[in-house]
């Protein structure tokens, strides 16, 4: 079984600085995926970046950055030069990466980020 | 990039009544869709996942008699929710695994369903 421990139910950040949003997981699959997506107050769900477990660089995407601790079990997500945009949900997910099964995505609770002008 | 679209956006609809939620992939073909539900506040929860012309698989605690899933095709997904009581509100979403997606690939998300029931 997999899961997914975000354990900041809200987190604020002035305009122009960096924020980091932790991430843990726990799961007994040898090869997964790691993902973040965003959820403004539209409901839809915005992918932002993805982590293989086996990939060696940390991943990052534009102002998206990923700090994948593999050994600590953590993929803590860093915006940097936060946007009043970013203002949203931020949800940690996780799936198998290979082998037979329906490779769904658990989430974890997440974080509400505020953007302070 | 793969698009799923998701109909309707939003619907309020009388206790008792049944109401359709359609999941269409527009350029690709979903061999996995699944079915989340959220609480106001509250993280997806996975409902079911269904693979295109088998029975859809219910997460334990979901009534399969009450949130029916039809996927008939490789890219159509339709949840029904029958008899639709006040506790059925809340936002559905649905999301599609590509047939030849590799994970980072893999998830493509609908834009939800905010169902009201009064």
């Known amino acids: 079984a997999q899961k997914i421990t975000q354990t900041q139910p809200g987190m604020f950040v002035q305009e122009k600085e960096a924020v980091t949003l932790d991430c843990t997981y726990d799961?007994?699959?040898?090869?997964?995926?790691l993902f973040w997506y965003k959820q403004p107050s539209s409901g839809e769900m915005i992918f932002l970046i993805y982590?293989?477990?086996?990939?060696?660089q940390n991943a990052t995407e534009g102002r998206y950055s990923l700090n994948f601790q593999k050994a600590r079990k953590s993929a803590n997500l860093v915006i940097s030069a936060s946007q009043l945009g970013d203002s949203a949900m931020y949800f940690c997910?996780?799936?198998?990466?290979?082998?037979?099964?329906?490779?769904?995505?658990?989430f974890g609770k997440g974080t509400k980020l505020s953007v302070i002008p | 990039g793969a698009v799923v679209s998701q109909h309707p956006s939003r619907v309020i609809c009388k206790s008792g009544t049944s109401v359709k939620i359609e999941c269409r992939s527009l350029?690709?073909?979903?061999?996995?869709m699944f079915w989340y539900r959220q609480f106001p506040k509250q993280s997806l929860m996975l409902m079911a996942t269904?693979?295109?012309?088998?029975?859809?698989?219910?997460e334990q605690g979901v009534e399969k008699d009450k949130f029916l899933i039809n996927h008939a095709s490789l890219t159509l997904s339709t949840l029904t929710v029958t008899s639709a009581h006040p506790e059925d509100s809340s936002f559905y979403i649905c999301?599609?695994?590509?047939?030849?997606?590799?994970?980072?690939?893999?998830?493509?998300f609908g834009s939800g369903t905010r169902l009201t029931v009064v």
């Open positions: 999301s599609a695994r590509d047939r030849e997606g590799d994970a980072f690939y893999g998830y493509t």
């Open positions: 799961t007994s699959d040898p090869s997964y995926g």
């Open positions: 982590q293989g477990s086996y990939d060696q």
């Open positions: 997910a996780m799936s198998p990466r290979i082998g037979a099964g329906s490779y769904q995505l658990t």
């Open positions: 350029d690709f073909q979903a061999t996995t």
């Open positions: 269904s693979n295109e012309g088998s029975k859809a698989t219910y």
